[in-house]
């Protein structure tokens, strides 16, 4: 079936330093990615997304890219901060949105 | 204030009980869905729904089941608890417009089954 790989699956990093989390889909359907971050204890909640049409987004410190062609996207967050500490999960949603397809996960650790 | 709701949060039963856990959401959802979640680890999809009366098994093998009668209320009930439902259970919604079909989650119900 399909499905949604996603790297790694957990990275630490000190604090200020960048941080890449990379994914990988295989439904060429997939139009829209968007990322999660979920805090200990607390529900997943949306922090960026981007549209198959779109190469790049940015919002302040996080940013994401896209390539359709190799069926990749990544999140970055850049001057990372122990705010971050988190698990980040990407995801990927078919043309109509039938069953979102969620990543495994990437516990990201930023040490002060 | 318009969001997704779950109760309980917090449970604890015994082997063999009948129970069900609640969602409502008030943002006029058209899709919901739940998820089996041990803390911090993979989203299985267990159950989703695209409307009133419509009904889908998710990927996760699972012995609960579910029903939508209303567009806000999904609730997921276990006929007899194992403990191997001990987990987090996650529901979600989200809304068919256009690309942008975002997953607003809500808080969780902790189950555990001794």
């Known amino acids: 079936g399909e499905n949604v790989e996603q790297h790694p699956s957990t990275l630490s990093v000190q604090e200020g330093d960048s941080a890449v989390i990379k994914c990988t889909y295989s439904d060429s359907a997939s139009n829209y990615f968007p990322w999660y971050k979920q805090e200990l204890g607390k529900r997943p909640q949306l922090i960026i997304d981007i549209r198959s049409n779109v190469g790049e987004k940015k919002d302040q410190r996080i940013a994401v890219t896209l390539n359709k062609t190799a069926k990749h996207f990544s999140l970055h967050i850049t001057e990372t901060q122990p705010e971050d500490s988190a698990v980040y999960f990407c995801?990927?949603?078919?043309?109509?949105?039938?069953?979102?397809?969620f990543g495994a996960g990437t516990r990201l650790f930023v040490k002060a | 204030e318009a969001d997704i709701y779950q109760t309980p949060r917090y449970l604890v039963i015994g082997t063999g009980k009948k129970i069900t856990l609640e969602c409502s959401q008030t943002?006029?959802?058209?899709?919901m869905y739940w998820y089996q979640q041990d803390p911090g680890m993979e989203l299985h999809l267990i159950h989703y729904s695209y409307g009133v009366n419509s009904t889908e098994k998710g990927d996760l093998s699972s012995e609960s089941t579910v029903s939508r009668i209303r567009t806000e209320h999904f609730p997921l009930t276990l006929e007899s608890a194992r403990p191997s439902h001990t987990s987090q259970y996650l529901c979600a919604s989200s809304e068919s417009r256009g690309y942008n079909e975002w997953q607003f989650f809500g808080p969780g119900t902790r189950l555990t089954v001794l």
């Open positions: 995801a990927a949603t078919p043309s109509g949105g039938f069953k979102t397809i």
């Open positions: 943002m006029g959802h058209d899709k």
